[in-house]
């Protein structure tokens, strides 16, 4: 039997850590070298199951392609548990799981896709567990025992998933299915899946899970958290408005700065919607209402009069007390790739409703962290956190533990100035020692990144529009209405995301213009501040 070591990183809606799959030894799984246990499309009409050989292959020789041939966007089918999926249905015995459960992923595609795994038992309780994996990466899908256990509903891409009733009977499992989220699914896309291990019973064969600490974080430490062979132009015609003599030697990234001066988004760098998150009710991310043009991307939202498809598959998954998707479709745009350190400049545009407009950093599945750089509401129709005029700039950090724990940090800048009347310049610098948050070139806000609770995760770059934000009511179908000539009230204008990196450490020393809360922006560039 073969032997090997394969790094693996936890996926788990609960838990955290390392886990490393330890040497072949006998406890369990799906290798597909002999072909005579092949899982099968719950959807073969529009589906292609088969063997391979080559790219993706992690055990053997074999592995298996699963590909949606006819793509379920365009005909407006989407199912949030994934309709079409890649099955592996039991024996009357049905299977067990021990220590813990794991499969490699592969992505052959030219866009990324979230992967959805689905387990059921004899008593038909079901979990699920989701994570994206990159065009042409490798990813490593690992649950430990207890992440089968019954637990509290835990905020993960702020949607409950499974286990939230009982715990699953990991003793009698009668399948697994592997599917793709339809709503991110084109024609032809797909993944390739082999070495799933630590399942027991009628048809498998086994390996060993064993759990490796988490690594001691040191202060001051800067690991290297963004994508590996990431293309940087050297003396970019770019620089940061916060340093214009380009003190740190930056270095503009290719793969997330854009200047969107074409007529469509660019899906080797972007998703036109939010591959782990459906939105925050009432409203939903719809893909319609992402465009490019005029040199700006644009995220709008839309009032609905009746309910659309996509929110009609979404409150199927909501539990009866549950607040439904209605009346308000928004939009987002994903990264594909996952980002790190680096400054973050962004020229924009945010919509006067109650609707915020966020520039923002989250990964629920691998660091568990997420950046708020702003999630602006224009318009607040009541008067709670968020003045009423359009002037609040909101900003936090969080920091996502085990049981649903959320270590947070949270500012509320009053800038003076109503922000959604014309483009302003967002900046953002993520290191090893400070995030610091920027408008207009001024700083407006510094948050100790140092050893405790500190964000170092690659995260995906968001931008999105977000109902019920800061306790702000949604907006009413009047608040839609705009006359011809005039601007869409409900329209995030983006002029352009731009990137960089630096190999010249970030000082230690705290700024000296870490300023008030407090301070009127306007002011403070009056000043020269």
């Not at 979230?114 to 038909?124: A, E, F, H, K, Y």
């Not at 989220?181 to 899970?209: C, H, R």
């Not at 490019?292 to 009609?312: F, K, R, Y």
């Not at 539990?319 to 939009?331: A, C, G, H, L, M």
């Amino acid at each position: 039997m073969f032997k090997k070591i394969l790094a693996i990183t936890l996926f788990s809606t609960t838990l955290g850590g390392f886990v490393l799959a330890d040497e072949l030894i006998p406890t369990t799984g799906f290798t597909f070298e002999s072909g005579d246990f092949m899982p099968v499309s719950t959807n073969s009409a529009i589906s292609t199951v088969k063997t391979i050989t080559g790219a993706g292959v992690t055990n053997g020789n074999k592995a298996v392609l699963f590909t949606i041939d006819e793509g379920l966007l365009p005909q407006g089918k989407y199912n949030t548990s994934a309709s079409t999926k890649l099955a592996f249905k039991a024996p009357a015995s049905g299977w067990q799981i021990k220590d813990g459960f794991s499969a490699d992923l592969y992505n052959p595609g030219p866009t990324g896709i979230q992967v959805r795994l689905i387990m059921t038992d004899s008593s038909g309780t079901s979990a699920m567990f989701f994570t994206s994996v990159p065009t042409r990466k490798k990813y490593t899908l690992n649950l430990t025992a207890d992440s089968f256990k019954q637990q509290a509903e835990t905020w993960v891409a702020e949607t409950p998933i499974g286990l939230s009733k009982k715990a699953l009977d990991i003793n009698n499992i009668k399948s697994i299915e592997f599917g793709i989220y339809e709503i991110s699914a084109y024609p032809g896309d797909g993944f390739i899946l082999d070495n799933v291990q630590g399942v027991t019973g009628e048809g498998t064969s086994n390996y060993n899970l064993v759990v490796k600490p988490k690594r001691e974080i040191i202060y001051g430490e800067r690991i290297d958290n963004n994508p590996a062979n990431e293309p940087l132009i050297e003396n970019p015609e770019f620089l940061p408005l916060t340093d214009p003599d380009n003190t740190r030697q930056w270095k503009m990234s290719e793969m997330f700065s854009d200047e969107f001066d074409g007529n469509e988004l660019d899906t080797t760098k972007w998703s036109g919607y939010h591959r782990f998150w459906t939105g925050r009710q009432p409203s939903i991310f719809d893909p319609k209402n992402v465009s490019v043009g005029e040199g700006n991307l644009v995220l709008t939202s839309t009032w609905e009069d009746a309910p659309t498809e996509l929110m009609i598959e979404a409150n199927k998954k909501l539990k009866v007390q549950e607040q439904k998707y209605q009346d308000i479709s928004s939009s987002a745009v994903q990264s594909i790739e996952p980002t790190g350190y680096g400054y973050y400049e962004l020229r924009a545009k945010t919509a006067p409703i109650s609707i915020a407009s966020a520039f923002w950093f989250r990964d629920p599945y691998k660091s568990k962290q997420e950046i708020d750089i702003f999630e602006q509401v224009g318009r607040p129709r009541n008067d709670n956190k968020l003045k009423q005029d359009g002037s609040s700039y909101p900003m936090n950090t969080h920091w996502f533990q085990e049981a649903g724990v959320d270590i947070s940090g949270s500012a509320i800048y009053n800038t003076g100035i109503d922000l959604t009347a014309d483009y302003h310049i967002y900046g953002f610098e993520w290191d090893t020692y400070y995030l610091r948050f920027y408008i207009d070139g001024v700083l407006v806000h510094e948050r100790d990144n140092s050893i405790e609770h500190k964000i170092d995760g690659a995260q995906y770059l968001l931008f999105d529009m977000e109902t019920n934000i800061y306790g702000c009511i949604p907006p009413l179908k009047e608040d839609f209405e705009f006359a011809p000539g005039e601007r869409n009230p409900a329209d995030y204008e983006i002029d352009y995301i731009r990137v960089w990196r630096s190999d010249v450490p970030q000082s230690s020393e705290k700024s000296d213009n870490a300023y008030d809360l407090e301070l009127d922006l306007k002011a403070a560039k009056e000043a020269g501040l």
